[in-house]
């Protein structure tokens, strides 16, 4: 998708009713392009489950191509039986190219109480340090993948190292976070596949 530009604002909404299991995913990688006029671009996407629904959203990577301004929020609200698979993966740039700027925020809410809460900054205008040894540390790819379970209340998951740059945190709730950086888009999405797969999604 060759969006959005500049000044767009787009808006994704998918709800999924008691029982439900749905499977979302794109097409292709998101492109976030510069605009004529130079103002940020908004992309918000909001996700219900309720009763014992199931929801795996599963996009291809956003590109932050050159000179674009995009700011991305993602909302989940759960019922308490509800389970969630969330993938995300961001790209600085295309090959040879420096990144726009990015901001990207997370929340989740499960039976009406907070789950996750976080926000990222990448590119011009982001806060320093944010490409150094305590942030991407030269990485191009970045990406996590939240895996909300009520089984986890029973058995959750322990802090597991699953790579150089990639690792599981449960969270204080039947949820995990993978938080992984790569070289590039193919060898993020390996390490987050391996983790889904190892946890039963």
């Given at each position: 998708?060759?969006?959005?530009?500049?000044?767009?604002h787009?808006?994704?909404?998918?709800?999924a009713?008691?029982?439900?299991?749905?499977?979302?995913?794109?097409?292709?990688?998101?492109?976030?392009?510069p605009?004529?006029?130079?103002?940020?671009?908004?992309?918000d996407?909001?996700?219900?489950?309720a009763?014992?629904?199931?929801?795996?959203?599963?996009?291809?990577p956003?590109?932050s191509?050159?000179?674009?301004?995009?700011?991305?929020?993602?909302?989940?609200?759960?019922?308490?039986a509800?389970?969630?698979?969330?993938r995300?993966?961001?790209?600085?740039?295309?090959?040879?190219?420096a990144?726009?700027?990015?901001?990207?925020?997370?929340?989740?809410?499960?039976?009406?109480?907070?789950?996750?809460?976080?926000?990222?900054?990448?590119?011009?205008?982001?806060?320093?340090?944010?490409?150094?040894?305590?942030?991407?540390a030269?990485?191009?790819?970045?990406?996590?993948?939240?895996?909300?379970?009520?089984?986890?209340?029973?058995?959750?998951?322990?802090?597991?190292?699953?790579?150089?740059?990639?690792?599981?945190?449960?969270?204080?709730?039947?949820?995990?976070?993978?938080?992984?950086?790569?070289?590039?888009?193919?060898?993020l999405?390996?390490?987050?596949?391996?983790?889904?797969?190892?946890?039963?999604?």
């Open positions: 998708m060759s969006a959005p530009l500049g000044g767009d787009l808006t994704v909404e998918a709800e009713g008691p029982g439900a299991r749905l499977a979302l995913r794109s097409a292709a990688a998101t492109l976030a392009l605009g004529r006029g130079g103002e940020a671009a908004r992309y996407v909001r996700l219900t489950l009763g014992d629904a199931e929801v795996r959203w599963l996009p291809e956003l590109v191509v050159h000179g674009s301004d995009l700011r991305v929020r993602t909302r989940a609200e759960l019922a308490p509800a389970r969630l698979l969330l995300e993966e961001q790209v600085l740039g295309r090959t040879g190219e990144p726009g700027l990015l901001w990207s925020r997370l929340t989740v809410t499960r039976a009406g109480r907070p789950l996750l809460d976080q926000e990222l900054g990448c590119g011009p205008g982001a806060p320093a340090g944010w490409d150094g040894p305590a942030g991407l030269g990485h191009r790819a970045l990406g996590q993948l939240l895996l909300v379970d009520p089984r986890f209340e029973r058995e959750p998951p322990p802090v597991t190292v699953l790579g150089e740059f990639a690792a599981l945190t449960p969270l204080a709730g039947p949820a995990a976070l993978v938080t992984a950086l790569a070289p590039d888009a193919l060898r999405r390996a390490l987050l596949d391996e983790a889904a797969r190892t946890y039963g999604w």
